[in-house]
């Protein structure tokens, strides 16, 4: 039992470095504005007790290092998006920045991003060709808005594909 219980504090330690690291590789990569705005935002869903606030779209996502250029290079500025469930919760911090004079942020509200997308792009099956969005992992209740910016992006071996 304690070899059990040593393992998974050990398994929770390594989590928590993998989370902190990944913070941190956020806050190097986000301007200073989204931040601010970021640290706004999060505190008014923690006052209003916001249901539905999942962050940035760079938050919820990780994909090998291999793919970050790509991932950056499609999504560039949307990365710093912020994901909620529904316009209602947008609405709400949008109002609240606004009231406050605090910055702007964009919102990708999932109800209106299911609403929007289509079914998924058929591509011919090809090793050299992959779907970039398969390459990434993230909560699969937040998929509208990865998908709305990365699933028509191929990830190619070479040019000659």
């Not at 994901?83 to 109002?95: G, H, K, S």
Request: aromatic content about 6%; overall charge positive.
């Amino acid at each position: 039992r304690r070899s059990a219980l040593a393992a998974a504090q050990a398994a929770a330690a390594e989590a928590e470095e993998t989370a902190r690291a990944a913070n941190m590789q956020v806050q190097r990569c986000t301007p200073r504005s989204i931040m601010a705005a970021g640290f706004i935002v999060r505190r008014i869903v923690a006052e209003r007790k916001l249901h539905g606030f999942h962050g940035m779209l760079i938050e919820n996502l990780r994909a090998h290092e291999m793919y970050w250029t790509a991932i950056e290079t499609v999504a560039g500025g949307q990365l710093f998006h912020f994901i909620v469930d529904t316009d209602e919760v947008a609405t709400i911090i949008v109002a609240e920045l606004q009231r406050l004079n605090a910055g702007r942020v964009t919102m990708m509200p999932l109800n209106q991003l299911q609403a929007k997308m289509g079914p998924d792009p058929k591509y011919p099956a090809d090793k050299e060709a992959v779907p970039l969005l398969s390459k990434m992992k993230f909560d699969e209740r937040l998929r509208p808005a990865l998908a709305i910016i990365f699933r028509r992006t191929l990830v190619v071996r070479s040019m000659a594909v």
